[in-house]
């Protein structure tokens, strides 16, 4: 019996050599990193959320093993929201990524119980230790997108099915807007709001109602493909948002202004792992890879084609800013002058509309 205990004991420390000297490698299991996402819609195959759920994917695929997701889908702005998020820093989620501009509060909210979590929030204003924010410039899409709409109209009447009248909105109707005017001066935006991200019964009466008054280029800044089939159905053009509506409509849609959050997401799940994630504001366009086009529709002449093309690589390059004056607003009073451009922070409180834009705003 002595024996083998002696055995055992010299069989012990003589592993435990081997191990200290790195003869036998020793290895432990590494944590994954859990990473939450909370959409406003559902994924479906188009919207907002998809996009963000294609950057999920790319994400999952760059990172591997070293994360693991979760979304939860239709998720309501307000109280829902905020059990939803503290539900999931609850279940050791390190990472949450908060979708919608109406999470912001909710999001706040539940960081405050959970300062080892961290929380990054799509489209809003406030930060907190561990509480960023990320959005795109997808204003520098629809600029574009305005430009081929203001060539192709025949009415000179466009028209934008709007989601809720936030700063990101207004900036993307006076974009819409101002690349529009850029190559047809004549041309007025009608603009209705529905007061909903995704709603598709609303959007399809609103784009109806639009096209009722003349409107030959209909765009939206709603998640649904409701615009886009109900211009396909009538025989007017259709500008797409979020993501490509080309199967959609197939003869009517122009191009989309197509969210890309697939170099954003992985970036910021690395930085969590390696631990230099700080609480920034991020706001990425075409030069950063987070605003695209979908392709252009054939029947759209080469030159504006050409034109567009040329444009956007000025965006991209920093040659070009779209809210560059002269710009007025929609009352004739002067917003910036010719030569200057929009700050950041003047973009971020937009809460006007710009001359040619018809109607007034809601309160």
Do not use: C
């Not at 994630?277 to 086009?293: C, S």
């Amino acid at each position: 019996m002595k024996q083998s205990r002696l055995l055992k004991t010299v069989l012990f420390f003589s592993v435990m050599a081997f191990i200290l000297t790195g003869l036998i490698p020793l290895t432990f299991a590494k944590d994954k990193l859990k990473v939450g996402f909370v959409y406003v819609g559902p994924v479906g195959d188009i919207g907002w959320s998809y996009q963000h759920d294609l950057g999920r994917l790319s994400m999952e695929k760059e990172l591997g093993n070293d994360i693991s997701t979760k979304i939860i889908e239709d998720v309501p702005e307000g109280a829902e929201a905020e059990r939803v998020i503290r539900d999931l820093a609850k279940s050791g989620y390190n990472l949450i990524f908060t979708t919608s501009f109406g999470y912001m509060n909710p999001t706040l909210k539940v960081a405050k119980l959970f300062p080892k979590t961290t929380f990054v929030h799509a489209t809003g204003y406030k930060q907190a230790k561990n509480v960023g924010t990320y959005m795109s410039r997808s204003y520098e899409g629809q600029y574009l997108t305005g430009m081929i709409a203001g060539k192709m109209t025949k009415s000179n009447l466009l028209g934008v099915v709007a989601a809720f009248p936030i700063p990101e909105v207004i900036r993307n109707i006076n974009a819409f807007a101002l690349g529009a005017k850029r190559v047809n001066p004549e041309i007025k935006l009608k603009v209705i709001w529905v007061n909903s991200w995704f709603d598709p019964g609303k959007e399809r009466e609103a784009s109806e109602a639009l096209i009722d008054q003349g409107v030959d280029v209909l765009t939206h800044d709603t998640d649904s493909s409701a615009p886009t089939m109900t211009a396909e159905e009538k025989g007017i053009w259709a500008v797409g948002y979020n993501s490509d509506m080309t199967k959609y409509g197939p003869n009517a849609h122009l191009t989309s202004t197509i969210h890309a959050w697939d170099p954003y997401y992985a970036k910021a799940a690395k930085q969590v792992l390696d631990g230099t994630w700080r609480p920034t504001a991020v706001w990425g366009g075409i030069k950063e890879g987070m605003i695209k086009l979908a392709p252009i529709n054939k029947k759209v002449p080469a030159d504006v084609v050409a034109l567009v093309e040329k444009t956007k690589n000025a965006i991209a390059d920093g040659s070009f800013l779209p809210f560059t004056g002269p710009i007025k607003k929609q009352d004739g009073s002067l917003v910036v002058e010719a030569g200057k451009s929009l700050t950041d922070d003047d973009l971020l409180n937009m809460n006007y509309y710009i001359e040619g834009v018809v109607g007034s705003m809601p309160k």
